[in-house]
Nanobody, 119 residues
Framework: QVKLVESGGGLVQPGGSLRLSCAASGTIFRGNIMGWYRQAPGKERELVATISSRDSTNYADSVKGRFTISRDNAKNTVNLQMDSLKPEDTAVYYC?????????????WGQGTQVTVSS
């Protein structure tokens, strides 16, 4: 099992920036994918961005050009740099790790960190 601990959320004005960080510990195999998802009140959890262990990235259309995901494989950390934030980015952001163990998908989540974009 993997423990994921997020940090860096908070309140920011529209147009501002925040950087989220997530540290993973536990049983971690190479070839995993780490990512960020978010859930706004009354909405489904949605993908924000993912990054493979080879730094292949994938972004939701709504954040392309504004958010940047990065990772440090040696430290098992993943970061999300969020620029040009909009009120619609307000949500609880969750760190995620997907691993394939004996052919089965193992998915772990952090506890979430609140991001509020408001003037």
């Amino acid at each position: 099992q993997v423990k994921l601990v997020e940090s860096g959320g908070g309140l920011v004005q529209p147009g501002g920036s925040l950087r989220l960080s997530c540290a993973a510990s536990g049983t971690i195999f190479r070839g995993n994918i780490m990512g960020w998802y978010r859930q706004a009140p009354g909405k489904e959890r949605e993908l924000v961005a993912t990054i493979s262990s080879r730094d292949s990235t994938n972004y939701a259309d709504s954040v392309k050009g504004r958010f940047t995901i990065s990772r440090d494989n040696a430290k098992n950390t993943v970061n999300l740099q969020m620029d040009s934030l909009k009120p619609e980015d307000t949500a609880v952001y969750y760190c995620n790790m997907d691993q394939w163990i004996s052919g089965a998908l193992s998915r772990d989540w952090g506890q979430g960190t609140q991001v509020t974009v408001s003037s």
